[in-house]
């Protein structure tokens, strides 16, 4: 019989029946209950141990997850909470810390964000895959071709990350779909895009940019340019408006 297949239990089991457990071998599983881990022999218990403190730049941004603000808990904690926010603030440095999540013990990195201090999950070092895994491709790229890269970086760099482009646009019209659900209203429809998705080429993302700059200077825009000169011309453009968008 072609196609795939489902398993189903008889009946639905309730939370209560599901336990946890570690498999060391096919099919021979220790059972773990909620009561271990709550026993479980962690120093740090359920308070937020600092480890350490190092420069945010010796860190590899992969190991670091999500983020949460953190508040003191009651006015006894509210005089340490601040000492170390002004602490991490003339420092410049960041904390490394352990705790305890889910049962579990948690590598996490403290920052300031406008004197609220962030606790950042991190990932253990046995969590992060060596980049050998990956394989990358054994290609040679020129200096010219490095030099038409950095020519785009130039040409594509920004101050800021304000702007529509990067706005949460699903989260927006998720929200127009549930308010016309509501109201029992026609779905709203997507906006055609601006422009069909295409993939382009480096040098030909660089031609675009370039011609697009000469175009609005009143030069002539039809001609194909070497990487070299793209670099230099885009320079040059960085005046122009559409480089400014």
């Known amino acids: ?13 309730p939370q209560s029946e599901i336990g946890k457990g570690y498999e060391y071998a096919k099919d021979q599983v220790v059972t773990i209950s ?19 403190f190092v420069p945010l730049e010796s860190i590899d941004p992969i190991r670091i997850g999500e983020g949460y603000y953190l508040a003191p808990d009651g006015a006894v904690a509210a005089k340490p909470y601040k000492l170390l926010v002004q602490a991490l603030g003339r420092s410049s440095k960041v904390a490394v810390a352990k705790y305890e999540w889910s049962g579990r013990e ?3 990195l403290l920052r300031i964000r406008d004197d609220v201090i962030v606790l950042h999950a991190m990932r253990w070092p046995d969590e992060v895959r060596d980049p050998a895994a990956v394989d990358p491709p054994n290609e040679t790229v020129s200096e010219e071709e490095i030099e038409g890269a950095l020519a785009l970086m130039e040409s ?3 101050d800021d990350l304000e702007g529509p482009e990067f706005e949460d646009t699903y ?4 929200a127009k779909i549930i308010e016309a659900k509501r109201e029992d209203r026609e779905l709203p429809e997507a906006p055609e895009p601006e422009q069909p998705a295409q993939v382009l080429d480096l040098m030909a993302a660089l031609n675009q940019s370039v011609e697009k700059a000469r175009a609005s200077r009143g030069e002539d825009a ?3 340019f070497t990487s070299s000169a793209v670099y230099r011309l885009i320079r040059e453009a960085r005046s122009a408006p559409d480089l400014h968008r």
Do not use: H, N, V
């Open 171 to 174: 989260t927006d019209a998720l």
């Open 34 to 52: 909620d009561a271990d881990l709550r026993e479980l022999p962690l120093p740090m218990a359920k308070a937020i141990e600092i480890e350490a």
């Open 106 to 108: 948690q590598l996490g």
């Open 222 to 224: 039809s001609r194909a």
């Open 1 to 13: 019989m072609g196609g795939s297949c489902r398993r189903y239990l008889p009946r639905e089991i």
């Open 156 to 158: 594509m760099t920004r």
